[in-house]
Structures are given as C-alpha cells and as structure tokens.
T-cell receptor, first 109, second 111 residues
Framework: RKEVEQDPGPFNVPEGATVAFNCTYSNSASQSFFWYRQDCRKEPKLLMSVYSSGNEDGRFTAQLNRASQYISLLIRDSKLSDSATYLC??????????FGAGTRLFVKA | DAGVIQSPRHEVTEMGQEVTLRCKPISGHNSLFWYRQTMMRGLELLIYFNNNVPIDDSGMPEDRFSAKMPNASFSTLKIQPSEPRDSAVYFCASAESDTQYFGPGTRLTVL
C-alpha cells in the first residue's frame, strides 16, 4: 500500500462546478498535511495547508479526518484556470515529506 | 525576491557520464530538499538537509547518487555514472517552516 494515495482522475468538470478530491495516508503518526498544485511542466506550488479544524481560502476548502486518515479538497465555482494536477502532501517526523501521485483536473468552458 | 534557482534547466547526456545538478535556495531558508519526478513514480523525496546537514537520504536510489550542501546558499546533486533510467525532472525545494518552495526543476535526459 502506498503511503499517500490519491485518485489520479482525470476529473473533467464544467466551469462553475464544484469538485472534491480525497487523499488517504497510511502513517497514523503523520503530523502535517498540505495540498499543492502543479501546472503542466511547472514546479509544484503550495495551495493550502490542512488543519484539523478545516480551513477555507476563497473557493477552496480543505479538511482533515485523522480518525479515517484522509484529507480532502473542495473547489467551488471552478474556473478554467483551476485546471492542474493537485498533489496531496503528508509530512511525518522532522521534514520527511511524501507526495501523492496527484489528481488531474480539467475544467471545461 | 529571487526564488529557488536551479541549473541547468535542461541536461542531455550519454549513459555513463557524470551529471551535476545545482541549486541555490531562498536566502534565510534552513531546509533544502531534492526530489525526482517521473510519470511512473510521481514526485519522490531523495534527500533533505537541515542547516546544511543531511538528515535523511533514504530516498537516494543507489550509490550512484550523491548530494552535498557545502554552505547555506548552495547544494549539488551528482549522478555518476548516469543511466537512462535516471531520466526525470529533478526539483530542489527550500523551506524555513512548513511551506516548501520549489525551483523550476532540471529536466535530465540520459541517452
């Protein structure tokens, strides 16, 4: 079993749709959680951190469920510019960081 | 403010040659990470440094790979000898806390 698992997609959604991604992790001792975004042939960039209480940034909402060991990302009112690969990231002790394989999103006009 | 700088951006070499990838982290960041990304394996952490000291190199695939960080503003990842299966995009990232900032990557092709 992979340490961090994501549905690779692709998710094809129309503009304005709401889309949700889930990510599961295997190490119950994991400490920090993030969503990164990667555009084609570009470097990953931090989208948002994920806190136990959940957090929201504009159209994006991230949630953490420690009991079930998964994190989620919800995107509301999808824009064409949201088309990218979304990477789930889990940090264990120290700075050891594990990236999921990513979920591809295509937003269509 | 300059971000993470990597060089070269592209490298094409022949099997058996030595390859050196370079990274300049963001000034003031005390952690540095080397990653490799391929279609098959995704983004893999190779090694990370904290205050110039290697903390965990368990992701380094084999002895052909080595990384150094002689000072806070420079790191290298060396592959000697290179093999076709090393072809990938190699990213360097730096951080001062939770957020990692990635460089643009070096696209390596080993023929």
């Amino acid at each position: 079993r992979k340490e961090v698992e994501q549905d690779p997609g692709p998710f094809n959604v129309p503009e304005g749709a709401t889309v949700a991604f889930n990510c599961t992790y295997s190490n119950s001792a994991s400490q920090s959680f993030f969503w990164y975004r990667q555009d084609c042939r570009k470097e990953p960039k931090l989208l948002m951190s994920v806190y136990s209480s959940g957090n929201e940034d504009g159209r994006f909402t991230a949630q953490l469920n420690r009991a079930s060991q998964y994190i989620s990302l919800l995107i509301r009112d999808s824009k064409l510019s949201d088309s990218a690969t979304y990477l789930c990231v889990v940090r264990t002790g120290g700075f050891k960081t594990i990236f999921g394989a990513g979920t591809r999103l295509f937003v269509k006009a | 403010d300059a971000g993470v700088i990597q060089s070269p951006r592209h490298e094409v070499t022949e099997m058996g040659q030595e390859v050196t990838l370079r990274c300049k982290p963001i000034s003031g960041h005390n952690s540095l990470f080397w990653y490799r990304q391929t279609m098959m394996r995704g983004l893999e952490l190779l090694i990370y440094f904290n205050n110039n000291v290697p903390i965990d190199d368990s992701g380094m695939p084999e002895d052909r790979f080595s990384a150094k960080m002689p000072n806070a503003s420079f790191s290298t990842l060396k592959i000697q000898p290179s093999e076709p299966r090393d072809s990938a995009v190699y990213f360097c990232a730096s951080a001062e806390s939770d957020t990692q900032y990635f460089g643009p990557g070096t696209r390596l092709t080993v023929l």
